[in-house]
Every structure is written in structure tokens, then in C-alpha cells.
């Protein structure tokens, strides 16, 4: 099936052919054979062809995001404006600062991660609110494999055009930048390229209903895995944005991971919900991967599902029988299916405030960042004066999906904070999981990490009142 | 310093890689079905459903190869399409050729095979056991070690395991073939060694060698992967290509790449240690079992590195090393960066950190005193000379103060009971040259054309590390003209022929001093006209910054006028330079020789943090002294050390191939469950201090060889960590077995108390780790 797709690439109008569920990938490289991106893994995590992926943002700004484009289906970028290396060259044959950066800081070696990583550097300084530090540069390159460099030369790349944004104004508009140099000159024509865009393309509306589409687009070359028809989400604007309720939030399954980390609302309730996140995947899937998405998949290692899992979190299910409203524990029962009908969607998910809740989230995975999760886990409680009001323990990794630790929790509520509560806790722990051998690690290991993990979580949430000496006992010395 | 030579054309996306290169109309895709089983006898191949899918023109199998079909560096015992039998799961099966990738891939999905199957064995012991060994085993050994055990004051011995590592090189495994007129190809590859592809596609057609054209123009990473895996997968190409009469591309995707290339071999090794009341080394015993997989491949020129390599920078006056390389069910591994001899220095480290552990003292003090010096004895029969272990870690404590770094770690393990520091000194030796020694011969072709540019091919070929850039900056620095005025061409065999692969850290020496051979052929005979026409002396004359000087002023006579001059008096404005490395012998029959031209030497020192509560650990300072010579490009060579280093800190730590015992699948073999290192691995501080070095005599301009060698620290951060592990947990029986991921970290921290802590008797679990 082929249908009609426009978008913006680079400096034109695009008409494309083909497959909705074409990967963006491979209609670029395989069909337009436009040929600096390119194809390192088709599974998201080499960033090698990486593009800028631009759409207007809630308040009709257009925003631009480094993806992966072999996770996204062609489909998925009508009306948009897609970026590829090409378009981030001058036209006179010159190197952006950007790109004098990476040549300059001996950044590229082999070069075949390196046009990615242009544009990942580019969004950095698209999206730069002030002078980025060394942090905001690995965050940058954080979705990239290189196996030359060691990322030192890359590291160096990324300070050089620090230095450049520091010389401006932050946040800086596309004009500065483009006087910069730190983007070519056509950039300052973008909007007017826009107003030849079909802004409401016909699109394809039923179907496989399709969030960031992260999950299964990793399943093997995207062409034979991909469903025949999608219905994108992305276009149902009920889906997106945090709004508030009152008593809580309103979050929409379409939040991306990223901006779940820059929401100033989620950090009212997760203070550390930036720093939490920084190691689940990577920018350029963060860009992409939504809330909803990790909720329905449901994967037996989800780390938005267990946040959400220990926040009470409650689901809006719309179908074609109406709105509903369920526990997300509760959506989780079984664990070889989730409690949604084939006509229905989650919508969005509710979270309550509770200003005397305090929260701590845990997580191991073999490589440190930009890997799954091998264990997971998050509490959040409400303490007053020495004693355990109510806690919510979720835990991923051990099971087939995330879960509340029920028994512990249990255990561990309206119970003073002592070594007899805590450990009491811990001996609990065993009870509701069943973790199993696979790559990621062995069994016996994965429950020896959540009772790690666990303990983590107390001596984050009750610091002193831990005697660690006694809830881990020196091994020898 | 020039910058790199490629960078520019990287990073505008211009630079072209195999399947970048415009495609011709009628260009066929190849895909091929490879072994669902580890081991087995064929009974038959049924392709009828192939065939009939859409889009497909062709489908191939062992028996429609027109040459001949079977392959191997070392011994052909691995046909390109399966023939007979199957010994390791991907083994290429079938071959189909379709009008676009999606339905090749999809085509050979639709392939069944009827396999007897047979057992599988994935443990090299096991197949050692067996007797069931690629070539003979090996001894490397000098002095009398049995007579000597009794004499020591000290002997520890035990068991050291070390996993493979997939080498992840961005760019997958890839060529394309057009068929030529007379029977033969030319293929676009991606290899590292452009005249062993051509030898396998001209077997594979049954043409002679003349009829072949392999043409490279760079690889996206290579690292070892690209010199052997490449040779089937050009010369299937090539075979679809004279088949069909149309040009054919074959890529693989990085799962298929992933499951059925070759990659690092994976060691058991048994290890003997010997020392005086002193600390002196009197005597080292090891087996190495090399863990080959289901054909030779490079396999036994890895396990001879191994041996080279297994005293690492130690003077060991008593010495027997055997190694054997072991036929399991496993894809078969193949070279990378390091080639055996990181696996070979792990295991006498890891016996002198056991000895240290042993004796309560440091192991740094223990490796400082027994570090060669001029005139010791390498167990190969090759006399230690112009030894610099000494001089790097000199540098390495002037600089870093290990003694230092070591009271500060003390100081913070007394301090903290959940955090805990370790430390490591690794001190390395790599001998440069390649141990089998016809190879160590480099070539290049030099043309200055009629303008003054010039242009220069050789036999090395580009894959990152800079050989271009550096091959520039030598023909720059001979005709004294600035490196802009320099291309270097693709790599090929029309060109250039007989070339050794681009390996063995060898590429620069070889072929950069071939370069210079070149360049001083013509520049000789440039300024003997010059000299005839100015009538003055030619030892008077030079060429600096494309000005002809005599006697060191300048003498009115630019580089472009003098060429066009040159040319107008034919004058021969190209020339060939050849290099064999002198003095270079190595005789297998009694395992002796002067197997290299020089060695590189350096020290590192890993220092780490571990999170004992959680088992996570974080890198966060390495500091080397490297002896790198006088560097051709500093930053070039920089790039490779930090490169080389964390490289080998992913192999000791995040990278964990896996294959399973039962079955023989590599069960890690996509991007989503191997994990290489990103950026957040790297060492919060890198230190690096380069070797203030009179030079090297061998190496052009002095230079030494840099690809190899930082990869051989990689060992240090296994140390460092298992040492701040012991630091948590002192009594624990850790054993030495790599790589050390964060499962192993936590594992051993909680060593002897784990039953409890989880507060049951464990149910034994099956281990699938091989």
C-alpha cells in the first residue's frame, strides 16, 4: 500500500510515495538515496542516522528534535520538516561551527557515526537555554555510538561549540545562530518554506495504534515488522501536553520522555524526575519514546511504568464505548495482557499531588545509560514523625511486568521507621517476584539487586534512621 | 598539524562508504540464509519457496559456485556457501539475489534446510579434551621451569576466563561486485586487506588474480573485523555478480553481522606463578585455550600472538607457555585490535596480582621490579634493546605519583564503608611487526601530475585511524610542500598488489616509509635537474615550502615551475617505493627469532569507584605514560590512545558476549543487548603523558605504531575494580574472570553472604555463559 506523504526536507517540499510504515531511514537512504545519513544498527541505538525531526510544539512554535529515523514511520512525518546532514551544510562548501568543531577537536575518525552526531550537536544549539556544560554535551551525544574516538575528541568538539553559544545571547533565535555560523543561512528562511507545507495531509487513521513507535520499530527491519496500517497518534491533540488538575496533573500519553524531564509540574512531584530519566535510552529516543507508549507495552523492565506504578497513577481509557478511568496497578493484573480493548487507547494518566510525599527511583542496567534496565524500582511514602503513613513500592525486571511490592508494602505501612521495620521489609521481598535468567543477568542476581536497590531507596528516604552497618553487614575485613 | 584528512569530507556526510556510491540501474541485493543449527550434516537445502518470491532473480548455493568454493586465511577449510556441513549457527547456507534488500531478507527467510544435527560443543577445554584442535599445540618457553618450583619462596596458580568481544565496527560488513568482460570483478570492498579479498573472489571464480580489481576507499571502523570476515563476504558479491552478469551489493544488517561474523576470541587459560623471597619473578607456567569456533580462520596467527605476548614486560628467566586453539561451535573468531596478545597479558597479570594479593602487598611493587632491561631475554629468543618499560613508568610515577594515587585510596576506603576505590598499574610491551614475516612489507605508488599536485596510493588502507593524514603529512614533508597539496587515493590492487592487510599496528611503518621511498625517488631526481639547470651542487639544494632553496636561501624557482620544467624535460614524475622491514626472523620450527622490528612500550594507571551498595561502578581517572616516538600527528595519535583505551575498558567491562552452551547461539548479538561503551563510560579524567623519545630508528620520521597497543591496558580497569571489590569484601574467592559487569561486581561484593542476604538456600542455577 502506498500513500501520498508531504513534508518539509531540508529546503523543499518533499512528495513522497511509498509505505506509511516505511522507517524514515530507509525512504531516505534506500529510496532517495540521499546518503549522508546513515544505517548503523536500524535498532536506535547507534545514532548514526540520527535528523532533525521539526513540528510545531503546543504553543505553535515549531520545535526540532534529533531522532533516529530508523524508528520512525514515514507516516509519521507528514506536515513535519525533516533534517538531514545534507541540510545542515553550507552552501558555499564552508563547515559550520559545528562542524569546524568536530573536524578541529579531532572528533571523527572513521566518520560513519559522525553525520549523526552533527546533528545531534545542531539540536544542542537549536535548543541551547544557556551555555551548555560538559553535561548538556554528553547529553547531546549520549543516543551515539562511536567505537574510534573514545568520544574525547568529541568531548572537545562538543566544548568548542559550547564556547560558541556562550558568545550569544541564550536562548538564542535561528538568525543568531545562523550569524554564528553555527547554522546555514537557509535556516533563516524556514518559515517562509513552511507556508508551502500542507498543513492537514490525508493521513492514515485506523489502525495499529502507534505512539512513538520506539518499541516496535526496534523489532528487526521495520518494513516486514511494522503493521500494513497505523493509526498515529501523534495527530490526536487530546493526547499531548501536562495540564493541571487541581489536585494533580493531567499528563498525555503522548508526553515524550524528554519532555517529562523538562516539566517543571513532574518535578514538583519528582524533584529529581531529570536526573532519574537521564539513563533511560538516550536523547535521541527520548525525543520519541511517550509515556503512554512505555505504558501499554508494558515491557517487564519499563522504567516510566514503575514511576508511574508507585505514584498511584491512573489511567484515561477512551474507546468507542465511552471514557473510563483505571488504577494502572490494575491494568497490569495479568501479567500476559494489559486491561485495554482492541478498540481502545490510554489517553493520558492522572497522578495526584501530595505535597508530604517524598519519592526515590533506583536503577542498574549493564551499560550504565542508554541501556534497559535490568532492575528497577521506585518508592514513594509519606513519613510523619518517625512512622510510615503509606508507601508505595514498584519494581521492574523481576517479573513479566512492573509491579507494587504489595507484601512489603504491607508490611512496611503505619510501622515505625527501625531496623526491626526495614529489615522485616527486606526478608518480605522475595515474596511477590519471579525473576528469570537472560542476558541482562541471572535470577539469583536480580533479586540480590532489588534488595540492594530497596535498601538504597531507605537510606535515600530515611538517611539516618538506616543503620546501614546492620541491614549490611560487613561482608569480612 | 594538519587536521585529519577525512574530517571534513565526515563531517558534511559526504564521505563515501561502499553502498553510498550511486547505484547501477540494474544493480541486484544480496542476502544470505545462514545455519539455523550449530552443528550438523546437511541432508537437504529446499530454496523452491525462495525462488518463487517476489522480486527475486536468483538463488545460489554451494554448488553454483563457479570456482572453488572453499576459503580461509591460514587453511581453506570453510566453504563461502555451506557445503556438507554446518558448524556454527548463521553459517552461510544459501545466497539470493532480488531487485531490492527488503525482499532478499525476505526471501531467505523463506529458505528451510534439513540438518542431522550433532553435538555442540561451546567450551574449549572440552574440545581440547577431545583432541579436536586447529593445527598442533604450542610452546613458547625458555629456561627450565620445573626445576625451579621448588626454589621459590612463592607459587600461586589457578584459572583465568575471559570473554570474547564483537567489534561493532558502524559501518556492517559490505561489498559490491560488477562483473568484468573476461570472467573476472571488480569489487568495492570493506576490507582491511584488499589482496586477500582478491585472492578469495579469484579462487571463488576460478580466474586468476590479474582478473580481479578490489578498490577501497575507506571503512567505517574495522578494528580487526574487516581483515578476514571481509573476504567471503566480497567474494559472494563477486559470485553473484559473474552469475547474474549485473552488478550485486551485499550488506548486512547489524543482527546478521553481529550473529555470524568472527569476532575476539574468548581464553580459559591455567596460570603457574614462581617468586623469591624478593619478589622476583623465577618462573611462569601457563595453557591457554583458545576458544576458535567452527573454522581455522585467523585463528592460529592469533594464538601465536598470544605466546609473543604472554610475558607481557616482565623478565621471566623461566618460562613455558602452551596454547592451543580449540574447534568448538561458535562462529570462528577472528582478528581484533590486539590480535591474542591482550588475551595473553591478562593471564600473567592476573597471576601477578593473585601473587601480590597473596603476599599482602601491591601488586604495582611486585610489576616494577621485575620489568625487562636491556639485554633480558623475550621467551622468543629475541634479546631486550632499547627497552623503555623503564622510562614510561618512571614517567607514569613523575606524573601521576602512584604512590600518591595509592595512600589517597587507602585513606578514602578507611573513610567510606559503601563506596570503595580501587587502583591499577598496567604496564605493557608490543612487539611491532607481523609474526608471520612476509608480510611485513609495505608499498606505494607516487604521481606528481603536471600542476604540482600530487597524489599517492599505497597498500594501507583507511579506516579512522589516520593512515591517510599521516601518509600525506610523510610525502608532504619529503617533497617539502604543505599536506594540501597531497591526495591519497582509494586503496587498489590494480594499483598497488600484494599488499599484507592493513593490521598488526604495522600500516603507517610500511607503508609510510614505501611513501617515502617513493618521494625520495623523485625528489632526488626533481633536484638533480634542478641542480643541472641552476648549475650548482645538488647537495645545495632543498625544497621547503614549495620553494627550491640553495644553501638554504631561496633560489627563484617555485615547486609548480619546477614540475612543469621537469615534465617538458622528461623527467619521470612518478615512482613506486617499496619497504620490507630489515632485520626481522622468526623460525616456528624451534618458536625463535628477532620476530620484531621494535617494541612500544607504556604504563597506565586505572583508578575507579564502586558503589557497593548498588554494584555500579564509575572510571574515574586513567593516566598514561605512552612511548609513541616522535609522533607524525599528536592528535591523530591521541584520537587512537583514547580510542585503543576505551575500547578495551568496554571489552573488561559493559561488553558481555555471550554464547549459549546449550545451543551455541551468541544470544547477545544485537545492538539492544551487547552494549559497547557510550560516552558516559568514559573516565571523568584522562591523563595522557606521550614519552619525551629520542625516536625510533625503524618507524618513519621516528615515529613508533600506535593502533594496538593502548588496547592492551584494557586489563587495568579489571584490576582496579576487583581490588576496590576485595577492598568491600577481603576474604572473598573472587577468581579472575572477565568482563566485569555490574552482575559480577555485585555478585562478588556480596560473595560468601549472598544465601543469606536473600535469606534462602539458592536453587542452583544453570549457567549459560561460555
Known amino acids: ?477 | 598539524m594538519s587536521r585529519h584528512l577525512d574530517a571534513e569530507f565526515h563531517v558534511r556526510g559526504t564521505s563515501r562508504y561502499v553502498d553510498d556510491h550511486p547505484r547501477p540501474e540494474n544493480m541486484l541485493h544480496l542476502a544470505v540464509f545462514g545455519s539455523p543449527v550449530a552443528h550438523g550434516r546437511i541432508r537437504s537445502i529446499d530454496t523452491r519457496a525462495a525462488q518463487a518470491a517476489d522480486n527475486v532473480v536468483a538463488v545460489f548455493t554451494a554448488d553454483d559456485i563457479p570456482g572453488d568454493p572453499w576459503h580461509g586465511p591460514v587453511v581453506q577449510d570453510e566453504a563461502l556457501l555451506a557445503v556438507g556441513e554446518v558448524r556454527y549457527i548463521g553459517q552461510p547456507i544459501v545466497l539470493i539475489a532480488a531487485t531490492d534488500t527488503a525482499s532478499a531478507r525476505r526471501a531467505a527467510a523463506l529458505v528451510t534446510v534439513d540438518i542431522e544435527a550433532r553435538e555442540i560443543v561451546t567450551d574449549p577445554r572440552v574440545a581440547h579434551a577431545r583432541g579436536d584442535l586447529f593445527g598442533v599445540e604450542r610452546t613458547f618457553a625458555q629456561g627450565d621451569v620445573d626445576a625451579v618450583w621448588a626454589a621459590c619462596a612463592t607459587v600461586v596458580e589457578g584459572t583465568a576466563e575471559l570473554a570474547g568481544q564483537e567489534h561493532v565496527y558502524m559501518e556492517t560488513q559490505r561489498a559490491r561486485a560488477y562483473p568484468r568482460e573476461d570472467g573476472g570483478a571488480q569489487v568495492m570492498a570493506s576490507t582491511q586487506g584488499p589482496t586477500m579479498v582478491q585472492k578469495c573472489v579469484a579462487r571463488a571464480l576460478g580466474v586468476a588474480l590479474h582478473r580481479v580489481e578490489i578498490d577501497v576507499v575507506r571503512l567505517g571502523g574495522g578494528f580487526g573485523g574487516k581483515e578476514d570476515n571481509a573476504n567471503s563476504i566480497a567474494s559472494l558479491a563477486a559470485v553473484a555478480a559473474r552469475l547474474t552478469g549485473r552488478p550485486t551489493e551485499l550488506v548486512l544488517d547489524r543482527a546478521t553481522d553481529m550473529r555470524i561474523t568472527g569476532k575476539r576470541h574468548p581464553y580459559s587459560s591455567d596460570y603457574r606463578l614462581g617468586l623469591s623471597a624478593d619478589g622476583d619473578i623465577l618462573a611462569f607456567e601457563a595453557r591457554h585455550y583458545q576458544n576458535s569456533g567452527g573454522y581455522t580462520e585467523l585463528s592460529p596467527a592469533v594464538l601465536e600472538r598470544t605466546l609473543f605476548t604472554s610475558c607481557n614486560t616482565y623478565r621471566i628467566p623461566n618460562f613455558r607457555v602452551h596454547a592451543a586453539c580449540c574447534r568448538t561451535n561458535i562462529v570462528p573468531n577472528t582478528a581484533f585490535r590486539g590480535f591474542g596478545a591482550a588475551q595473553g597479558l591478562w593471564v600473567i597479570e592476573c597471576a601477578i596480582h593473585h601473587a601480590a594479593e597473596r603476599l599482602g602487598i601491591a601488586p604495582e611493587t611486585l610489576k616494577r621490579r621485575n620489568l625487562v632491561h636491556d639485554g633480558d631475554w623475550f621467551p622468543y629468543g629475541q634479546q631486550v634493546s632499547h627497552e623503555h618499560a623503564h622510562l614510561c613508568w618512571e614517567a607514569a610515577d613523575m606524573q601521576f605519583d602512584l604512590a600518591g594515587i595509592r595512600t589517597d585510596i587507602e585513606a578514602f576506603n578507611a573513610d567510606n564503608r559503601l563506596v570503595k576505590k580501587g587502583m591499577a598499574v598496567l604496564p605493557i610491551c608490543h612487539g611491532v611487526s607481523f609474526t608471520k614475516i612476509p608480510l611485513n612489507q609495505g608499498q606505494a605508488l607516487v604521481h606528481i601530475y603536471q600542476d604540482g599536485s600530487v597524489t599517492l596510493s599505497s597498500g594501507g588502507i583507511e579506516m579512522g585511524q589516520g593512515l591517510s593524514t599521516k601518509l600525506a603529512a610523510i610525502a608532504a614533508r619529503a617533497f617539502g610542500l604543505p599536506v594540501e597539496r597531497i591526495t591519497v587515493q582509494s586503496t587498489n590492487t590494480l594499483r598497488t598488489a600484494n599488499m599484507g592487510p592493513s593490521a598488526a599496528s604495522a600500516t603507517t611503518d610500511l607503508n609510510g616509509n614505501a611513501v617515502l621511498v617513493a618521494a625520495q625517488k623523485i625528489r632526488d631526481r626533481l633536484l638533480a635537474f634542478a641542480a643541472d639547470r641552476l648549475g650548482v651542487a645538488v647537495d645545495t639544494l632543498d625544497i621547503v615550502d614549495a620553494r627550491v632553496t640553495q644553501d638554504g636561501t631561496d633560489a627563484a624557482w617555485a615547486w609548480d615551475d619546477l614540475v612543469a620544467q621537469a615534465f617538458l624535460n622528461r623527467i619521470n614524475l612518478s615512482d613506486h617505493g617499496f619497504y620490507a622491514t630489515p632485520g626481522i626472523a622468526f623460525d616456528p620450527s624451534v618458536e625463535k627469532g628477532q620476530a620484531f622490528a621494535y617494541h612500544v612500550y607504556g604504563t597506565a594507571v586505572f583508578e575507579v569507584e564502586v558503589d557497593c551498595l548498588r554494584g555500579t561502578y564509575r572510571i574515574e581517572r586513567v593516566s598514561v605514560a605512552h612511548d609513541m616516538g616522535r609522533p607524525l600527528n599528536e592528535a591523530v595519535d591521541i584520537g587512537q590512545i583514547e580510542g585503543g583505551l576505551l575500547q578495551g575498558i568496554g571489552w573488561m567491562t559493559c561488553e558481555d558476549l555471550r554464547f549459549d552452551r546449550e545451543t551455541g547461539a551468541c544470544t547477545t548479538a544485537t545492538h539492544a543487548s551487547y552494549k559497547v561503551p557510550g560516552v558516559y563510560l568514559v573516565p571523568d579524567d584522562i591523563r595522557i603523558h606521550l614519552l619525551e623519545d629520542p625516536g625510533n630508528s625503524i618507524g618513519p620520521y621516528s615515529s613508533k605504531a600506535v593502533g594496538e597497543p593502548p588496547f592492551l591496558y584494557a586489563p587495568g580497569v579489571y584490576f582496579a575494580l576487583r581490588e576496590a571489590i576485595r577492598a568491600f569484601n577481603s576474604d572473598a574467592e573472587l577468581g579472575f574472570d572477565a568482563p566485569m559487569t555490574p552482575e559480577k561486581t555485585l555478585m562478588q561484593l556480596y560473595s560468601g553472604r549472598i544465601d543469606a542476604l536473600l535469606g534462602d538456600t539458592p536453587v542452583p542455577q544453570a549457567r549459560t555463559r561460555t
Open chain 1, 1 to 477: 500500500m502506498s500513500v501520498g506523504i508531504e513534508f518539509l526536507l531540508n529546503a523543499h517540499v518533499e512528495h513522497a510515495h511509498a509505505g506509511p510504515t516505511l522507517a524514515l531511514l530507509d525512504y531516505l537512504r534506500d529510496r532517495r538515496r540521499i546518503v549522508g545519513i546513515k544505517e548503523g544498527c536500524h535498532e536506535g541505538d547507534c545514532g548514526a542516522c540520527a535528523v532533525l525531526l521539526g513540528r510545531p510544539g503546543a504553543d505553535g512554535v515549531w520545535v526540532y528534535r534529533s531522532v533516529t529515523a530508523c524508528l520512525v514511520p514515514l507516516a509519521d512525518v507528514a506536515s513535519c520538516h525533516v533534517i538531514t546532514i545534507e541540510g545542515l551544510n553550507r552552501a558555499d562548501g564552508a563547515m559550520t561551527a559545528i562542524q569546524r568543531a568536530i573536524v578541529d577537536g579531532y572528533g571523527s575518525q572513521c566518520g560513519y557515526c559522525t553525520p549523526g552526531i552533527v546533528v545531534s550537536f545542531t539540536e544542542l544549539a537549536l535548543s541551547a537555554q544557556r551555555m551548555p556544560t560538559r553535561d548538556d554535551i554528553r547529553r547531546a551525544l549520549g543516543g551515539h555510538l562511536c567505537r574510534c574516538t573514545g568520544y574525547g575528541g568529541l568531548l572537545r568538539a562538543g566544548d568548542l561549540i559550547a564556547e560558541a553559544l556562550g558568545a550569544l545571547s541564550l536562548p538564542a533565535n535561528r538568525s543568531a545562530l545562523v550569524a554564528a555560523d553555527l547554522l546555514p543561512a537557509w535556516f533563516d528562511t524556514i518559515d517562509t518554506l513552511r507556508e508551502g507545507l500542507d498543513p492537514a495531509p490525508a493521513l492514515v487513521s485506523e489502525g495499529v495504534p502507534l505512539a512513538g513507535s520506539t518499541d516496535i520499530y526496534t523489532r528487526g527491519p521495520a518494513q516486514a515488522a511494522a503493521p500494513e496500517r497505523l493509526r498515529l497518534l501523534s495527530r490526536e491533540p487530546v493526547l499531548h501536553g501536562i495540564q493541571d488538575t487541581g489536585d494533580g496533573l493531567r499528563i498525555g500519553a503522548m508526553t515524550t520522555t524528554r519532555e517529562l524531564m523538562e516539566s517543571p509540574a513532574m518535578a514538583a512531584i519528582v524533584p529529581t524526575v531529570a536526573s532519574d530519566l537521564l539513563p533511560v535510552a538516550a536523547q535521541t529516543i527520548r525525543n520519541r519514546s511517550t509515556l503512554g507508549g512505555n505504558i501499554v507495552t508494558g515491557a517487564h523492565n519499563a522504567d516510566l511504568a514503575t514511576i508511574m506504578l508507585g505514584l498511584d497513577a491512573t489511567l484515561e481509557i477512551v474507546g468507542s464505548a465511552g471514557r473510563r478511568e483505571l488504577a494502572l496497578a490494575d491494568f497490569y493484573r495479568d501479567a500476559t495482557q494489559v486491561d485495554l480493548a482492541a478498540d481502545e487507547i490510554v489517553a493520558a494518566l492522572h497522578l495526584r499531588r501530595d505535597p508530604g510525599r517524598r519519592v526515590n527511583f533506583e536503577r542498574v542496567s549493564k551499560r550504565s545509560h542508554h541501556d534497559k534496565a535490568i532492575v528497577n524500582t521506585f518508592m514513594a511514602c509519606r513519613v510523619v514523625a518517625g512512622r510510615i503513613e503509606y508507601v508505595r513500592l514498584a519494581a521492574a525486571g523481576i517479573g513479566a511486568r512492573p509491579q507494587r511490592l504489595r507484601n512489603v508494602e504491607a508490611w512496611l505501612e503505619k510501622r515505625t521507621i527501625d531496623q526491626d521495620t526495614l529489615g522485616g521489609a527486606l526478608d518480605r521481598l522475595g515474596v511477590d517476584i519471579a525473576p528469570v535468567d537472560d542476558y541482562q543477568g541471572s535470577a539469583r542476581y536480580k533479586r540480590l539487586l532489588l534488595r540492594q536497590l530497596v535498601l538504597a531507596h531507605f537510606l535515600v528516604l530515611f538517611g539516618d534512621a538506616v543503620d546501614m552497618e546492620a541491614l549490611t553487614p560487613e561482608v569480612a575485613s
